[in-house]
């Protein structure tokens, strides 16, 4: 369990320093209803590096979220967020949001809701505040739209303002809940690239979930491969292997990549039809 | 129109109005309309059991209002929102019956309660009025922010936040329920509730400039209700009713001729 670091902490590239890690979760196990949901969940995520949640829906990703967030308990196992205050460590991306289009909200507004919306009382303005949001918003390529009512704004759009109002309180991780499943091609792609380089340039562990691995593999350093509760962990070619899948899904999975892209697909034994075992549009719980 | 007992009524009219516009804001924007038909409707009761045994209107309706929004809060908390207000509302409504079948003089309180009394308000109705708008106002200013963010992305503080956010939020509609309902009645408590709210929003984009121009348009509202109700001796509920539905076709205008 390791104690507070300064944001400004320096980063030994690749020689995996503890003092780098912001956030560790050990043995985490989740019984939800009489179901295990997880299963001895261990890892670590570490400043400056973009980390996958990969699985299917159903394997967990979501209940994982909201006990990294502390909105639930683990049965076992201990999550620990490195900071002085770990409940505003943690920045939040939501996986849906419908936001009325009517609503008396601009894209500022919420942004700097984000800086202190958890406070009583009411903000003072000021023009260094008003400079921050505006800096910010730039920062996620929303300067532009900062005056628009957020229920107004794209899915991308919205969701760009909400990676705003998530990192204007400097959080130490990120977290972002399936942020591409509604996006078209050029937005996720757009928006991976957003996230990597935040990751990089503000020193901060980013994690995003994602049922579907090939748009973060250009870009993630590692990848958390959730199946049946069980997780492994890892750079993604020692994770996304046949051997390493095929113990965690408990039967026997392939792995075939076709050119940048790779698919998991279950092995012989099993069904014949190739499925994804990681593809579903169905609603995750 | 600005002497004797008419001077009780502007008073404790613009207070009602004021706080009903600003709350008016928040329950909009949290979708809670069916709330704040709710608690005024099963305060009701409150008023007609104090009646039964003397007790002042305002007690009855703030206890009520109270209960009401306790109810709501925690019985909603494991179950649907709308599904919760119902049933508190029949609870209540159901009392409420009761105590009218045993009160005698029950069809002209009944009147009162459900379109409003204004130009009957007591000078003693001030001062409670008066500590309800200081202690409605005090609240949604150091509320604001939290209540706003929650407003907007709902559900992302951990449960025991959420809970004592909605409380708040409940307890400001029986707060305005309890000083408002003398004024424009049960009935037409959505005109100062509902319609300043919903037509600020389409005015501004701004939150605090749609709380304060809810609470300007709510106050003009009952304004021009008294004063239209004074001359021409119709019901006051008729022109706060009409008038909160002008604002709003007006602000929808407005709104859609700016290109919004």
């Given at each position: 369990m390791e104690l507070a670091q300064p944001p400004t902490a320096?980063?030994?590239?690749?020689?995996?320093?503890?003092?780098?890690?912001?956030?560790?979760?050990?043995?985490?196990?989740?019984?939800?209803?009489?179901?295990?949901?997880?299963?001895?969940?261990?890892?670590?995520?570490?400043?400056?590096?973009?980390?996958?949640?990969?699985g299917s829906n159903g394997a967990g990703k979501t209940t994982l979220l909201r006990v990294i967030l502390g909105l639930l308990a683990p049965t076992r196992g201990a999550v620990t967020v490195a900071g002085p205050d770990p409940r505003h460590s943690v920045g939040y991306v939501p996986q849906k949001f419908m936001l009325d289009p009517d609503l008396p909200v601009r894209a500022r507004d919420l942004v700097a809701l984000g800086i202190d919306g958890h406070h009583l009382g009411v903000a003072r303005p000021s023009r260094e505040r008003r400079e921050r949001v505006t800096r910010m918003l730039d920062a996620v390529g929303a300067g532009r739209f900062a005056d628009t009512r957020v229920g107004r704004l794209s899915g991308g759009e919205q969701q760009r303002v909400l990676i705003a109002h998530a990192l204007i309180s400097h959080p130490r991780l990120l977290l972002l809940d399936e942020p591409l499943a509604n996006l078209d091609l050029r937005s996720a792609r757009e928006a991976v690239d957003l996230l990597?380089?935040?990751?990089?340039?503000?020193?901060?562990?980013?994690?995003?979930?994602?049922?579907?691995?090939?748009?973060?593999?250009?870009?993630?350093?590692?990848?958390?491969?959730?199946?049946?509760?069980?997780?492994?962990?890892?750079?993604?070619?020692?994770?996304?292997?046949?051997?390493?899948?095929?113990?965690?899904?408990?039967?026997?999975?392939?792995?075939?990549?076709?050119?940048?892209?790779?698919?998991?697909?279950?092995?012989?034994?099993?069904?014949?039809e190739p499925s994804h075992p990681h593809h579903h549009d169905s609603e995750e719980r | 129109?600005?002497?004797?007992?008419?001077?009780?009524?502007?008073?404790?009219?613009?207070?009602?109005?004021?706080?009903?516009?600003?709350?008016?804001?928040?329950?909009?924007?949290?979708?809670?309309?069916?709330?704040?038909?709710?608690?005024?409707?099963?305060?009701?009761?409150?008023?007609?059991?104090?009646?039964?045994v003397g007790a002042s209107t305002l007690a009855g309706l703030g206890v009520f209002s109270v209960?009401?929004?306790?109810?709501?809060?925690?019985?909603?908390?494991?179950?649907?929102?709308?599904?919760?207000?119902?049933?508190?509302?029949?609870?209540?409504?159901?009392?409420?019956?009761?105590?009218?079948?045993?009160?005698?003089?029950?069809?002209?309180?009944?009147?009162?309660?459900?379109?409003?009394?204004?130009?009957?308000?007591?000078?003693?109705?001030?001062?409670?009025?008066?500590?309800?708008?200081?202690?409605?106002?005090?609240?949604?200013?150091?509320?604001?922010?939290?209540?706003?963010?929650?407003?907007?992305?709902p559900g992302r503080a951990p449960g025991r936040r959420t809970l004592a956010i909605e409380l708040a939020f409940l307890l400001l509609v029986a707060i305005t329920t309890t000083m408002t309902v003398p004024v424009v009645g049960t009935t037409l408590i959505f005109t100062?509730?509902?319609?300043?709210?919903?037509?600020?929003?389409?005015?501004?984009?701004?939150?605090?400039?749609?709380?304060?121009?809810?609470?300007?348009?709510?106050?003009?509202?009952?304004?021009?209700?008294?004063?239209?109700?004074?001359?021409?001796?119709?019901?006051?509920?008729?022109?706060?009713?009409?008038?909160?539905a002008c604002a709003y076709a007006l602000s929808r205008v407005a709104h859609w001729s700016s290109g919004g």
């Open positions: 320096p980063l030994s590239d690749g020689g995996a320093a503890t003092t780098d890690r912001v956030l560790q979760l050990a043995g985490v196990t989740v019984d939800l209803g009489g179901r295990r949901i997880l299963d001895d969940v261990s890892f670590s995520l570490r400043a400056g590096e973009l980390t996958g949640l990969i990597a380089r935040i990751a990089r340039e503000q020193r901060i562990a980013v994690m995003i979930s994602a049922h579907e691995m090939n748009a973060l593999l250009p870009v993630m350093d590692r990848v958390v491969y959730l199946a049946e509760g069980r997780a492994a962990c890892g750079p993604a070619d020692e994770v996304v292997r046949a051997d390493v899948l095929s113990r965690l899904y408990g039967h026997r999975v392939e792995v075939i990549r076709a050119g940048e892209r790779v698919l998991v697909v279950a092995g012989e034994g099993d069904d014949a | 129109m600005f002497s004797g007992f008419m001077v009780n009524a502007w008073i404790v009219a613009s207070l009602a109005a004021v706080v009903g516009g600003a709350v008016g804001f928040f329950v909009v924007m949290r979708g809670a309309s069916f709330v704040a038909h709710a608690i005024p409707n099963g305060s009701f009761a409150g008023a007609a059991g104090a009646a039964l209960g009401g929004a306790l109810g709501i809060g925690l019985l909603g908390r494991r179950s649907r929102r709308d599904v919760a207000t119902a049933l508190t509302l029949v609870f209540m409504l159901g009392l409420g019956a009761l105590f009218l079948s045993f009160s005698a003089e029950n069809s002209e309180a009944a009147y009162s309660l459900l379109f409003g009394e204004v130009l009957g308000i007591s000078s003693n109705e001030i001062g409670p009025t008066l500590v309800l708008s200081a202690l409605g106002l005090l609240m949604l200013g150091l509320l604001w922010r939290p209540l706003l963010l929650d407003s907007v992305l100062l509730m509902i319609a300043p709210a919903a037509s600020a929003r389409a005015l501004t984009a701004r939150p605090g400039l749609a709380l304060l121009l809810s609470a300007a348009i709510a106050l003009m509202t009952v304004w021009g209700a008294i004063a239209l109700s004074y001359t021409t001796n119709w019901p006051v509920g008729f022109f706060v009713g009409s008038l909160g």
